[in-house]
């Protein structure tokens, strides 16, 4: 049963029917990481209009604790603005095969093939398009990892400026 050449072209095909899936997947991930990270950009700007319009109260008697968590909120939404900006940044990947490469392999595959070596070639021909759909697959796979550890740490740095703002505006409320 191991050696069953039509075995192993089945489990061979039916491989790269996974690869092909897998591939749509991360393309989606891709689109869907961008749109979080577009998300999370327009929330910092939100944030920083806010601020502005809390800073027009400022004056120089206001204490410097208010002052210090406005700046600091501030700077820590320029983080997060960069780090959603590096989510979206374009990164280089790989292409999975283009129709005209397949069909290239295939008039190549044709081009060499006998009828005693047909199962081989064919299993080799299948072989050959999985590793250039999984160095493909690979290229997405690091890219979207990147892309999503900036999205989150976007997040996590508009959660850390939404506690700080909701503690100043607290603060300043309880001491007005």
């Known amino acids: 049963m191991p050696n069953d050449p039509t075995l192993e072209t089945t489990l061979l095909e039916s491989t790269l029917k996974v690869y092909e899936a897998e591939y749509r997947d991360m393309v989606e991930s891709w689109r869907l990481i961008e749109t979080k990270a577009q998300g999370s950009i327009a929330v910092a700007n939100i944030f920083i209009a806010a ?4 800073a027009r109260d400022i ?7 208010t002052r210090l968590a406005l700046d600091s909120a501030l700077s820590l939404l320029v983080v997060a603005i960069g780090l959603g900006l590096g989510a979206l940044f374009v990164r280089r990947v790989r292409s999975p095969l283009a129709g005209r490469q397949i069909l290239q392999m295939v008039d190549d595959f044709l081009r060499v093939v006998t009828p005693q070596d047909r199962t081989i070639r064919y299993a080799n021909l299948l072989r050959d398009q999985i590793g250039a759909w999984d160095s493909s697959l690979e290229t997405f796979r690091r890219a979207n990892r990147f892309k999503g550890y900036c999205v989150a740490a976007a997040q996590v740095v508009l959660l850390a400026v939404g506690a700080l703002v909701a503690g100043m505006v607290m603060w300043e409320v309880d001491h007005r």
């Open 51 to 54: 601020a502005f319009g809390f």
């Open 59 to 65: 004056t120089i008697a206001t204490n410097w604790q």
